[in-house]
């Protein structure tokens, strides 16, 4: 099986995305990585300069990540194609949902990415879901990821897993890559603990809790297209935990 694209998220870098995002590209490549997980670059960095830094580091786009209102919202949706098709974007991910307290959202927003995921492949990009630890809360006897998952097409609707996410829900990430194995092929690994409050502390890959081997083996049966480095947050520079995510993912699994 071919390895996966190795990409990282750019959350990590906070401000920086805003504020000197060339500095993120340098400390990108530094560490390893040839591809950026972001938003849509024409916006926050102006066309011109966004195209003129990508190329001079060479580092092309993996997924575009917007949120739910970049999606029922007709006129950003729009844009953001635009944008996915300039770049060559094939993967347009979401985070979030219209409402996550009750199950009415999750219908709602299921019927909403269904229109989404339809216009989507029509224009050559497929849709996917990123997943948080919300959306398996019990909301009266149906969580709302099992309805997302029962009341949208996964021809047209993927799942991009979130393994520590699914793992701080208390579930076994490997299962639910097998579970949804014809909706995945988009992947964030990330990795962290649970502390004594119950709130997520974010760590490299390899210092958490996350059986990162069992949820690679579960995707190598999968499309694995992307393997996406996330970490939300740092106590280290963003450059050595990225480069020390990079190294987990070079001497474990050979990518």
């Known amino acids: ?122 224009e050559g990009i497929r849709f996917c879901y990123h997943n948080h630890n919300w959306e398996f809360n019990d909301l009266g006897g149906v969580r709302g990821i099992d309805i997302l998952a029962e009341k949208t097409d996964p021809h047209i609707v993927g799942f991009n897993v979130d393994v520590f996410w699914v793992t701080f829900a208390g579930f076994n990430p490997a299962e639910f890559i097998q579970k949804h194995a014809d909706r995945v092929g988009y992947f964030h690994f990330k990795d962290g603990l649970k502390n004594n409050e119950g709130k997520p502390i974010f760590l490299e890959l390899g210092y958490g809790m996350v059986d990162l081997k069992a949820c690679v083996e579960a995707a190598q049966k999968t499309r694995m297209d992307w393997i996406v480095v996330e970490q939300d947050n740092t106590a280290r520079t963003p450059l050595e935990s990225i480069g020390m995510s990079r190294t987990t993912l070079r001497n474990n699994f050979g990518w």
């Open 1 to 122: 099986m071919n390895a996966p694209k190795i990409g990282l998220q750019g959350i990590i870098f906070g401000e920086r995305n805003r504020t000197d995002f060339e500095s993120i590209l340098i400390d990108l490549k530094k560490a390893g990585y040839d591809h950026l997980e972001s938003g849509n670059l024409f916006k926050s960095q102006g066309e011109d300069n966004a195209r003129r830094l990508l190329e001079k580091y060479g580092v092309t786009q993996a997924g575009a990540h917007f949120g739910y209102g970049d999606y029922s919202n007709a006129e950003q949706l729009s844009e953001n194609i635009r944008y996915c098709k300039a770049m060559g974007v094939k993967y347009m991910l979401c985070s979030g949902v219209s409402d996550a307290s009750n199950a009415e959202g999750y219908h709602e927003s299921a019927k909403t990415f269904n229109m989404v995921g339809e216009r989507l492949a029509d």
